[in-house]
């Protein structure tokens, strides 16, 4: 598969994930000097764990957030290869359980606005309606 922009690659794993039940972020970006991106790699948003010492820290001063990442192995990496993007990697190993349509806008991944929502929020605000209330419209 090739890809003529990296927002085009980054589209089409975002649906995937969208369309799977999970959530993605960069894992790695390499460019050269002049800002060409040659690699680029998405991972699966519960990839990776906490370092050892702080599971084992026995002066801890605050209860310890909740354990969210997973270890997850899934990922999609690209590389450039003569003015193109091409895929190198795709793996999609989870080792959680994915989430369900209606939960998957849960994740940060998949929580955009477009410069329309961001504009009818802002005139709302002007005329002094409350936050809660436009997410409240918008959703409707």
């Known amino acids: 598969m090739k890809f003529d922009f990296v927002d085009d690659a980054r589209s089409f794993y ?55 990442r997973q270890n997850c192995k899934a990922c999609f990496s690209i590389g450039l290869d003569s003015d193109t993007l091409k895929y190198s990697v795709f793996m999609d190993d989870h080792s959680h359980k994915l989430v369900t349509f209606r939960e998957v806008s849960s994740h940060r991944s998949h929580r955009n606005l477009d410069e329309d929502d961001y504009a009818q929020i802002d005139a709302m605000g002007k005329n002094f309606i409350r936050g809660c209330q436009t997410f409240e419209y918008m959703v409707d």
């Open 14 to 68: 975002l649906g995937y994930a969208r369309g799977n039940g999970f959530g993605i972020r960069v894992m790695n970006l390499d460019h050269d000097r002049e800002g060409i991106v040659l690699r680029r790699k998405w991972v699966c948003d519960k990839q990776g764990s906490r370092r050892e010492e702080y599971l084992t820290n026995k002066n801890r001063k605050h209860k310890p957030r909740l354990q969210i």
